[in-house]
Structure formats: C-alpha cells, structure tokens
C-alpha cells in the first residue's frame, strides 16, 4: 500500500475517511460548518461515532466514510488504530482503490499529535493487509487498497507543516507496519518452504554493510560449540538445524546493549510424542519469535538507533523421523546442563536453552526471548494476550504499558521457585515438563531461567495464544492468520531504552 500526504486542496479522491467521537457532533478535522452538514446525515444513518462503528454517507456529491472512536474520555492511542483499520475495510468493501483520511489538528484529539498520526498509517497499512502469495482473490471478494493518503487542513499554513513537519512520523510509522507484514509473511509462509536453512538464508538477505551482520551456526559448528538443545530436536527431520545470529551496530557510540531470543521451529509435530492431527494444522506458525527477530533486524536496516541489538534465532524441525531423540534421553546444553527429555513435544524451551546460554555470554544489558511456548498460555490467557515472566520487573512493567499504547497486550505471570521442584530428574539436572503438568507456562519459564546467566537481566514473552488467530471474526486490524506480535512493543521498547 503506497502511503501519501497532501492538502484538502489538493485531495481529488473519491472518498474521504474521519474519525468521530461518539457525543460529538462533528466529524474530526471539519470545519463547523462541514461537520454539522455531515453529521445531520450521518445522525439520519443512526450513526453517532461508537467505538469500532463505520458508515458511508455522501453530501453535497462527496463521499465520506466515517468511523468511530467510541467516548471521549475512553480514548486510547490503539483506538486510533483500529479506527482506521475499519474505515480501509469499508473502502475495501465499496470498491475503491484509493482512501484519504481527515487528519485533525493536534487540538483535535488527546495526546501527542505525531503519535496519531503514526497510528494511523499503522492502522491503514495493517488493517489492509493480505496474504494472497498463493490464492487469487474472488471476484466478491473485496481488494486491497492500492494508496492511503493522509489529508491534512490548509488554515496557517496546515500543509507545509503538517507535510513536512511530520514526514518523519509517517515514514517511521510506515517502516514499524511493514516489518510487522513481513513477520506476518514469513510466519503465513508453509513450512515447507521455510525449513532451518532456508530460515537462514531469510535472515543472510536483511544483512547491511557496516550496519547489521549475520553468522549462521550450521550443524557442525553446533555439534562443536556442545548445543545440544537444537541439535536433539533437529535430529528426526532431514532438514538440519542450525543458529543464526544477527549483529546491529548503530552509527553512533551505543548506550545500551539488548539480545532479542526468538522460537524458531520451523514445524512442529510434537516429534515422536506426537500431536494429534488437528493439533498440528497451524504449527507452521512454530517459528513465530524466529520470525519477530527477523522482522525487527528489518525495521533496524532501515532506521537508526542508538543501540547495539543481536538477534538470536536457533532453527529447527521438530519430527519424528528414525533418528529423533527419544523420551528419556538426556541432553547437554551449551552451559553445560543436562536435561532429561520426558515428552519430545516440549522443544522450544530445549533449543531456547543453547540460544539463552549463548546469548548470556554477549553480555547484554538486557535479555528477552519471544517464543510460541506452551498451550497452557492459551488456556490461562486466550489469544489477545501474551504471556511475560522474568527478573526484570521494571522493563515488565513498561512492556506492558507500551503493549497497551500499541494494542499488543501483556499479563505478568509469576516465576514460583517453589515450582522448580517439579523439574527435578534422577538422572540429570533437570527435566523438560513438569510432573503433574499444572503451571505449564510458569513450569516452561522457570525452564529457560535455568539458562540465563546470572546477573542478565531477562524477560520471557510467551506468544502461544497471540502469533496466530484462528477464530473468525479475527482481529480489527489482522485478519486471520499471523499478526506479528510483538514486534511493535518490542521496537518501542528499544526505542526508549
């Protein structure tokens, strides 16, 4: 989708899009006189602004779409969002190729104008996203828009402030949404497409000179560096696995050195304790933190930071092929602990653990690792929610307030010490479940914490129930399939860091 800027003057679209407070009586950025002629239409239509409501209304031979920010004194920074999400939507549905949207002045809404402005290409760039690589749209179908076009006023000189003053916002904005997409691509994408090494090669292509590098660990180099984590879930498929890392380093001397950990199972069988069938029908989406990191390294070849970043991806097929590992092997991992594997299902924590330990050793001011981890996430949170652990109460507490400003939502589950009794193995250091199987999402923290150098600081964000929606109707601004959580909240985590 091609984003633009320009005057009303200028606008010589179809339709124009507005937002519209539910108790106002005027469309956002109208003027007076405007406003009150398409309100009174709009009242005719039962239209009054409420929170995810659109309406398409013509006055005076133009065409408007209006959609909803709900009341006032509700308002939140991702209603802007979806606000847009849902006026693209409508122009979808009407045929068209091109929507403007009204952007009201700074006095128009709370807060801070250019973050408005930033949620709206984010809105629109999201809201119209599609995953058509492999299907061709029906005729009913609705297409994607092909421009989105901010509209600003032209009082006091509106456009040339307005245009030039908040480019950066829109092109910042722009960048955010469209690593989100190609997450959302490459999560989407079939497996058989994206097995370890062609994950790999994926991640060779966001490279920069003097900017970003990559060093991928093949399966000799993992044999010798002692992973065995990665290396025992990879052993059933004849895709080998293997480690990427990906190095960013800022124009500038950095204040602050971060590791981002992602999942990267490339397919998810269970491994020889298999899933029932139905069970395995989206775990293409088993390397949805993988696919996090990656999209984050693309936004960071495009934008400056002042931060030093590695992005550290281990990359497996989890099958049961003849040579699989077996429940009660033990393997050794790259710190050097043994873990008794007791159900072959539970393999992300097991290639986490290499990565985390591997990780620890660059010494980063701050750890965090995104993984599809455990059903039990699901089950304790739905799919609107990720689940948080860790020993950095602070930077939990900011993700959860930056998730809330992005409309990627957090709840901080404890880690219960007391809990790390029901990993205690006869043979080895630890083992991979819990026995009984309670706490699983808090079990699988405590897990991977085992792997975490001390004094790293680290945070846990389980996405088993958020990387992929299922259920129609999906999200206001991500259909069914991948959404790209958290990738937003984790760029402005950095960002401010």
Not at 1 to 28: C, N
Not at 170 to 177: F, H, L, M, N, R
Not at 420 to 428: E, I, L, P, Q, W
Request: proline content about 5%; overall charge positive.
């Amino acid at each position: 989708m091609k984003i633009e800027q320009m005057s009303r003057t200028e606008w010589a679209g179809r339709v124009l899009a507005a937002m519209m407070f539910d108790g106002d009586r005027q469309p956002l950025g109208m003027t007076k006189d405007e406003g009150a002629r398409v309100f009174a239409v709009a009242a005719e239509q039962n239209f009054q602004g409420g929170y995810r409501k659109t309406a398409f209304i013509q006055v005076d031979g133009k065409g408007f779409i209006l959609t909803g920010l709900g009341k006032r004194r509700e308002f939140e920074l991702d209603r802007v969002r979806v606000a847009v999400a849902r006026a693209v939507k409508k122009a979808e549905e009407l045929g068209l190729s091109e929507l403007g949207l009204l952007v009201p002045d700074r006095k128009g809404l709370p807060g801070d104008g250019l973050k408005v402005v930033e949620a709206a290409v984010e809105g629109a760039v999201l809201g119209g996203y599609r995953f058509l690589k492999y299907r061709k749209l029906k005729e009913d179908e609705p297409k994607p828009l092909d421009s989105f076009t901010l509209v600003f006023g032209d009082s006091k000189g509106g456009r040339q402030k307005a245009v030039g003053g908040w480019r950066k916002a829109v092109e910042q904005a722009q960048s955010v949404a469209e690593a989100v997409c190609y997450v959302r691509d490459l999560v989407n994408e079939p497996s058989s497409v994206k097995a370890p090494e062609q994950m790999a090669q994926r991640a060779k292509e966001l490279a920069r000179p003097g900017r970003i590098t990559v060093k991928v660990f093949a399966k000799g180099e993992l044999e010798k560096l002692g992973m065995g984590g990665i290396l025992g879930v990879g052993r059933g498929s004849h895709n080998p696995p293997c480690l990427v890392h990906l190095t960013y380093q800022p124009k500038v001397k950095p204040k602050k050195t971060i590791c981002v950990v992602g999942k990267g199972i490339t397919f998810d069988s269970g491994g020889l304790s298999l899933k029932p069938a139905e069970s395995m029908e989206t775990m293409k989406d088993d390397m949805a933190g993988a696919a996090v990191v990656f999209g984050l390294f693309r936004f960071l070849g495009e934008n400056d930071l002042p931060v030093t970043v590695h992005g550290i991806a281990p990359l497996a097929e989890n099958l049961p092929g003849g040579g699989a590992q077996k429940p009660g092997d033990i393997i050794r991992h790259y710190n050097g602990k043994t873990v008794e594997v007791v159900n072959t299902d539970a393999e992300g924590r097991l290639i986490l653990a290499d990565a985390l330990a591997y990780g620890s050793t660059l010494k980063p001011d701050l750890m965090i690792d995104i993984a599809t981890l455990t059903g039990a996430c699901v089950i304790a949170l739905g799919d609107e929610f990720s689940a948080l652990l860790g020993n950095d109460q602070r930077t939990i507490e900011r993700l959860i307030a930056l998730g809330k400003e992005q409309g990627e939502f957090f709840w901080q589950l404890p880690l219960v010490e007391r809990y790390k009794a029901h990993m205690r193995s006869k043979v080895a250091d630890l083992k991979n479940i819990g026995k009984p199987r309670n706490a699983g999402t808090i079990i699988g923290g405590l897990f991977l914490s085992e792997f975490v150098a001390p004094g790293v600081k680290w945070v846990h964000i389980d996405i088993a129930g958020t990387a992929f929606i299922s259920r129609e109707p999906a999200w206001d601004y991500c259909p069914v399939g991948a959404t790209g959580v958290p990738l937003r909240t984790i760029i402005g985590l950095i960002k401010d860091y």
